[in-house]
């Protein structure tokens, strides 16, 4: 397949005019193809990379009434007795074991993927309990399943899993070890990092998510262990009134990634959280939002087969959408779900719009279409049946932002 008549944003460096081949799911060199497809005023980026959710947490509205809170451990307590979390928990049914392949919980972690997808995003890492294979094999896009995780220092495993250490003690280098650290702004979240440093090694392969409560000791320390930072500031000013120094990651060049959080407490989406950053932070560069969506999460997830650049041999993992930026980089920060003309997963249509799916060999039944400001889309997948079997499951009508 060609794509041609497209602005190619390779990766944070190169943007260049050009088309661009697929073959067997990856991006190819120039062959001689009959399969076409031309686009007209558009953009085509590496799919986005979100480095830290919570499917089964894409709930609304937002939980949690006694902000600002001095750490999250307060509010996950508190979310418990929340409108969003009870009447989430009437759909789901959880029955406190977090397998998701029980009752609804499949069905509520597609709810999450779908949240995903309306905003370029092809891989997710799913900060859960790691589920069975059958699980990371359910999804139309890539829930990474190469990982061990905690949920905390200071709540431990509290939704399953083994200990700190022994989950660390399963990771190799290739292996990433995933942990909420340091979200708040108290004695106790500022104490968590000297906690984890007499529990394990820092190491590369360490993903630490928020670290609000680190000052800039913290961050050197970080940045000479190559110790990795998922950043989710939507969620973190809405817990804590306050994000981490990301001035002082940026400025030792710590590899820091874009995380949207759940719903619950984070961004309606990517896009969303993309603008929220360019509101809250407008002097940080596009090129390094850019990079916190793409090559940065491949690092830090230790991703084999997608550096989150678009380069021959790599996954065709391809976001195409609207120009509505001069700097392609700063497109991405105004960009909606009606702005995507194409989102391809190894080279398989996820969403779009509906007159280019018929250069791919597809079902037309696994997708569902619709139509959006006058313009017909497709979306692999059905999102309208799990929308409608948590009505039914509600006994009444029920709105995401995100679908």
Same mark, same amino acid.
């Given at each position: 397949?060609?794509?041609? *008549? ?5 990766? %944070?460096?190169?943007? $260049? ?7 067997? @799911? ?5 062959y001689k193809t009959d399969n076409i497809i031309s686009f ?9 990379? *979100? ?15 006694n902000r600002p809170y001095p750490n999250s451990n307060i ?13 989430? /928990?009437?759909?789901?049914?959880? %029955? ?20 995903? !997808? ?35 220092? $200071? ?30 702004? /108290?004695?106790?979240?500022? #104490? ?22 680190? %000052?800039?000791?913290?961050? &050197? ?26 001035? $002082?990651?940026? %400025?030792?060049? !710590? *590899?820091?990634?874009? @995380?949207? /959080? ?21 002097? !940080? ?8 969506? $793409? ?19 790599? &996954? ?5 959408? #609207? ?13 909606? #779900? ?7 997963? &190894? ?21 569902y279409f619709y139509t959006k400001n006058g313009k017909e ?14 009505? &039914?499951?509600? @006994? ?8």
């Open positions: 397949m060609k794509l041609s *008549n497209l602005i190619v944003v390779k990766n %944070d460096k190169e943007v $260049t005019r050009e088309d661009i081949y697929l073959a067997d @799911g990856k991006f190819a060199d120039k007209q005023d558009a953009v085509a980026y590496p799919s986005f990379i *979100n480095v830290h959710d919570h499917l089964i947490g894409n709930w609304l509205p937002l939980a949690g009434l509010w996950v307590e508190d979310m418990k007795n929340s409108f969003s979390f009870k009447e989430r /928990d009437k759909y789901w049914t959880n %029955d406190g074991s977090f397998n998701l392949l029980k009752g609804n919980g499949l069905e509520m972690a597609m709810l999450g993927v779908y949240k995903n !997808i309306f905003s370029g995003i092809t891989i997710v890492q799913d900060h859960i309990p790691k589920q069975d294979d059958r699980y990371y094999e359910s999804f139309p896009i890539e829930v990474i399943r190469n990982y061990h995780q905690v949920h905390s220092i $200071t709540l431990n495993n509290w939704w399953g899993g083994n200990s700190l250490e022994k989950e660390f003690s399963l990771c190799n280098e290739h292996t990433p070890f995933i942990i909420h650290l340091a979200e708040g702004t /108290d004695k106790i979240s500022k #104490s968590e990092f000297a906690k984890l440093k007499k529990m394990i090694p820092l190491r590369n392969n360490i993903l630490l998510v928020h670290c609000v409560a680190f %000052d800039r000791d913290d961050f &050197q320390e970080i940045k000479r262990n190559d110790v990795n930072i998922a950043w989710c500031p939507e969620s973190n000013f809405y817990l804590l009134d306050k994000t981490l120094d990301i001035y $002082t990651v940026i %400025d030792l060049q !710590i *590899n820091v990634s874009i @995380g949207t /959080d759940s719903t619950m407490s984070g961004s309606i989406n990517l896009f969303s959280e993309l603008r929220f950053i360019k509101d809250r932070f407008p002097d !940080i560069s596009p090129r390094i939002i850019f990079r916190m969506v $793409t090559s940065n999460p491949a690092k830090a997830l230790k991703l084999k087969d997608y550096s989150g650049k678009i380069e021959k041999g790599q &996954q065709a993992n391809l976001l195409i959408t #609207s120009i509505k930026s001069n700097d392609p980089y700063e497109n991405i920060l105004g960009l909606y #779900s009606s702005d995507i003309h194409l989102m391809l997963y &190894q080279g398989k249509p996820i969403l779009g719009l509906k007159k280019y799916l018929c250069h791919f060999n597809v079902i037309p039944e696994e997708y889309y497709f979306v692999i997948g059905h999102p309208e049946r799990i929308l409608a079997h948590i009505e &039914q499951c509600l @006994g009444y009508k029920k709105k995401f932002a995100f679908l």
